[in-house]
């Protein structure tokens, strides 16, 4: 009796997992472990609307300007498990895909961005710098290719991405219905963790090197770059009616297996008033996003940027948009990762985006290196190259 029940506990879990590659969201916890949410009910306005048609995982997926109007995934069932069980069912699935599966999609060869199109946004941006319009500006470029992940593939790659999380933070959805659509990736960036009694910890994350490449510490165009996103950040916190007291800590080199950062943890203590509205998570996102790091400094001057800059700014989906997970003042902390080394697909396409702080002192070809690199990192981090 004990093995059947035994048995029929493995196959519910199994089927519960196969949910969850099918159609479904996870995001690390700051305290480690995973959380995965599956049993998709839909897209709402807000929380309160997914908690009431039962959702037990929030996720918070906005695209970069926060104009999507249902920006709330609601799942059915929610549970946090810790890596080496996830990795456990992600190699269990593999054994159990039939033979005929496909395993990689055909889809068609990376079309990488042109150097052309970058190098006018740049211009555009270094003179929007010089007539001191802006101090920085973040153009985007995205590499393409016309696929659409499979359910075999996404399980691999997850599989790749989790046996590289040391520091960052894995985070993804997914959907087949009603729309082929997702995300996926390994963000180092974590744009704000808020626990229920008012504790906000964010980051300043600019500056980038090979691991092996000089200091960024003794850069001057990289720690400009740095510089004006932990400005912006402060700025931003310190202004706002809700925060009490603010700090933030030194600047250093933050080590990754593949690349290196800038980093300046910045945090705040919120007053007790804070949660009253039910919308402070929100709130905070939208006094914080798009920092710096992937908007401009200041934030005023990147409207008139990107309206007049290529299309490739104003349509960056998702990528460098917040995405976060919610539980609410009552059941614990809540907390949004900013969507950067990821692939987002939609409508037959698979995108690779990265971007670069442009300052004053910034050099076009090393401009043009430094995307190449980032759009590296999350390649090899799919097909685990690393």
């Not at 009616?241 to 933050?254: A, I, M, N």
């Not at 945090?267 to 998570?281: C, I, P, T, Y």
């Not at 609410?328 to 900013?338: K, L, M, N, Q």
């Not at 702080?357 to 097909?383: H, I």
């Amino acid at each position: 009796m004990d093995q059947e029940m035994d048995q029929q506990m493995d196959q519910q879990m199994d089927q519960e997992f196969s949910e969850f590659l099918r159609q479904g969201a996870l995001i690390s916890d700051p305290g480690g472990g995973l959380h995965l949410g599956w049993g998709f009910l839909g897209s709402f306005a807000h929380p309160k609307q997914a908690r009431a048609q039962g959702a037990q995982a929030i996720f918070y997926a906005p695209d970069f300007f926060l104009r999507e109007p249902l920006p709330w995934l609601g799942f059915r069932f929610h549970q946090k498990v810790e890596l080496s069980e996830f990795r456990d069912r992600l190699q269990g699935a593999g054994a159990r895909a039939t033979k005929g599966q496909e395993r990689q999609g055909a889809g068609s060869p990376w079309q990488e961005p042109e150097l052309s199109g970058f190098a006018q946004d740049f211009a555009r941006a270094k003179a929007m710098i010089a007539e001191q319009q802006a101090s920085k500006l973040v153009p985007i470029t995205f590499a393409r290719r016309s696929h659409c992940p499979t359910v075999e593939e996404r399980r691999a790659w997850l599989l790749n991405l989790s046996s590289q999380l040391g520091p960052a933070w894995l985070y993804g959805f997914w959907l087949d219905a009603p729309a082929n659509e997702g995300l996926l990736g390994l963000t180092p960036e974590l744009l704000l963790s808020l626990e229920p009694k008012g504790q906000l910890q964010t980051m300043a994350l600019a500056g980038t090197e090979r691991p092996q490449g000089p200091s960024l510490l003794t850069d001057p165009k990289q720690w400009a770059e740095h510089q004006w996103v932990v400005r912006d950040i402060c700025e931003r916190l310190g202004g706002a009616s809700q925060v009490r007291e603010l700090e933030s800590g030194q600047t250093y080199e933050w080590q990754m297996p593949q690349i290196k950062h800038l980093r300046t943890d910045i945090r705040a203590e919120l007053k007790e008033s804070f949660w009253e509205e039910d919308k402070g998570f929100q709130s905070l996102v939208e006094l914080l996003h798009p920092t710096a790091a992937l908007g401009s400094f200041p934030r005023e001057a990147l409207t008139p940027w990107t309206e007049q800059a290529s299309t490739e700014q104003l349509d960056r989906g998702r990528f460098g948009a917040p995405f976060g997970f919610y539980q609410g003042p009552e059941s614990g902390p809540s907390w949004a990762v900013v969507a950067i080394r990821n692939v987002q697909w939609a409508d037959g396409v698979l995108r690779l985006g990265s971007g670069c702080g442009v300052v004053e002192e910034s050099q076009l070809e090393g401009e043009w290196q430094e995307l190449a690199l980032k759009r590296s990192v999350v390649l090899r981090g799919l097909n685990n190259e690393c």
